[in-house]
């Protein structure tokens, strides 16, 4: 048996779990900051890391103390080295590093959106879930990223696609926003998108050619040219009168889903997948899997909205199967990585 504490601080979230062989979780605390960011509309990266510099070590007790173990026990202690925000990353970072060197356990290094694809191998001792089949075309979509990456093993990853501007969930963030919506954003778009009409308002879907990349920007601009004039004060904007927010939330992630869901279903497709796995923050969107699942060919794989989000338990999966696969653990000198892709990784492995 092997027991891997996982540490995840990439953007807001103080995460820390504990994992059993890489699938089941012992323990997981999450420390959320949204009220802390909601007045900004958005993360405020100082106020971010600074929050984080108070919760994490009692984050990371907390989940050592209900797995019902202590340093000594575990045999690895993982961390997001990136990508991310680069304070938040620090602090993980140095925090991890730190209690490996006073536990003498060893140290390993995580790509953050590599911890999003093994959040498919995830499960608890009540509920059993059967990892997704290689080859496997995963589609990536939170915050900061809109992804296809083809992963034909664990470590072995090509990106196919990934969005040229907006990730799918700061185009939620910033739409919620001109609608008058709280932050974050996805969830009340999302709960707004069920009572309006998707054809209420005919928005723009970038398909790029044969491309299978994403292009969230024109949309979003589309929705605040339909639905805002300007305020007052000439730097602001506000909500035109007698706008239908429902509807217009509902056109506009109709417009998002359509491009996603038939530009994987593309690449799953083409690639000759066996599966296909939907990951990240936004991939807890009913509408989003109702939709994928109905338009690929291949099973659909996901995990539950308890770790789509940023959690510890995805950062200690991957870091096993580093484990499995015989990758020496990180030195005492590794640093954050902000801007860190996934594909490089896979090139840097072999």
Known sequence: MTLI???????????????????????????????LHAAYGGVYPELASRAQLETIAPVCRAALAEAGCQLADLDAIAVTQGPGLVGS??????????????SGRPLRAVNHLEGHLHSLWLADEQNGREPPPFPLLALIVSGGHSELVWMSDHGCYETVGRTRDDAAGEAYDKVARLLGLPYPGGPPLERAAREGVATAYDFPRAWLGESLDFSFSGLKTAVRRAVTEPAADARQLKLRAGTNVADVAASFQAALLEVLTVKTAQAAEQLGAAAVGLVGGVSANQALREQLRATVKQPLYAPPAKWSTDNGAMIAAAAHFQHLRGEPPADAGLDARPMWPLAAESEARG
Not at 21 to 30: E, F, I, K, L, M
């Open 5 to 35: 504490l996982g540490i995840e601080t990439s953007c807001d979230e103080t995460a820390a779990a504990v994992v059993e062989d890489g699938r089941v979780v012992r323990s997981q605390v999450v420390a959320t900051q949204v009220a």
């Open 89 to 102: 990353l620090l602090v993980g970072l140095q925090f991890a590093k730190g209690l490996a060197l006073g």
